[in-house]
Structure formats: C-alpha cells, structure tokens
C-alpha cells in the first residue's frame, strides 16, 4: 500500500514571485494552513523532495502555496504537474466510521448474508454521502451509495464491506 496520502497537485504558478496554484485534492482544502512541510513528487517519475510551506491560503476553489526556496516563476514553472504529498501520521483524524478513499479500495463487498459481489475499485463524494464503485466477478461495475441503510459495516482489518441490498441497487451501473 501506498505510504503517501496525496493531498493536491500544482498546476500552474502564480505570478512571479514563486507562488503555486493548486487542486486540492483532500476533502479538506483548510488543512494546508495546517503544514508546515510537504513532499512533491515531480510529473516525471522521481523520488519526493521535502519543502517547506511558507504560506498557504484558498483562492477560487484553489490553494495558492509559497515554498521557501521557490523565489520566482522559473522555479515554480519547474514544479508544475508535481503532486503533494503527506506522511501519514500527518493525515487528518477521522471520526468513527469515516474511512480514508485508499483503505476502501480494494476492499472485497459482500451482502449481509455472505454472497459476494465485488471489489471497491472507486470512491466518489455526490455531497450529500460518498458513493463506492465496485466491480463485479463479470467485470461489470455498479455503484453503492455509503448510506446506514445499505452499508452495515466496514472491516479494515477483514478487508470488507458488508451490505444491504435494497431494491434497484444492483441496477446502478457506474
């Protein structure tokens, strides 16, 4: 499993003073105020370099970030399509019964009465609950709303996801 948590990915500079604009791409955008350091993986395969944030603050749906070191738009151009990234023990606390997208990929999803019916190979927010894209043992994939009613219980350490089937469900393909 990966050790890394990615949290966003620079896409272009901002200005000329070495500013970056980047896609947040944790659920919460605030936690970069939060860092005082974050790896960047480059765009071309390579080994994360540690920097250190010098400020961070949203702007139209983005983050805009200044590394120390990183003084003018040369040096940010440089760093575009790199991907941010977090050790996990700095990863956000979850409350009970939320669960980080890369632990439930990959999760085997069976109904309450042990039938099989797939693999988590997705998971996507609709804003009002997260939805899991599974796949079945024909290829095909669905999707499975994460709601109380349908989702019973989640096993990290079984590596499940047990679920109740309502009516329709099985019909929501992906």
Wanted: charged content about 25%.
């Amino acid at each position: 499993m990966n050790k890394w948590f990615e949290i966003g990915i620079i896409v272009k500079p901002q200005g000329i003073g070495g500013e970056l604009r980047i896609l947040p791409t944790t659920d919460d955008p605030e936690r970069f105020s939060l860092l005082s350091e974050v790896y960047v993986r480059p765009k071309v395969p390579g080994t994360p370099e540690l920097y250190k944030l010098i400020s961070a603050r949203r702007h139209k749906g983005l983050v805009l970030i200044k590394f120390a070191g990183v003084n003018d738009r040369n040096a940010a151009e440089k760093l575009v399509g790199g991907v941010l990234l977090i050790p996990p023990e700095k990863a956000l606390t979850l409350d009970t019964d939320e669960y980080f997208i890369r632990d439930l990929v990959g999760l085997k999803v069976e109904t309450e009465d042990n039938q099989p019916l797939g693999e988590i190979t997705d998971v996507f927010s609709t804003g009002a609950n997260d939805v899991y894209i599974v796949r079945g043992a024909d290829g095909e994939s669905f999707m499975i709303p994460a709601i109380k009613d349908v989702v019973l219980t989640v096993s990290l350490p079984e590596g499940k996801v047990t679920v109740r089937l309502i009516d329709g469900l099985l019909e929501l393909k992906a």
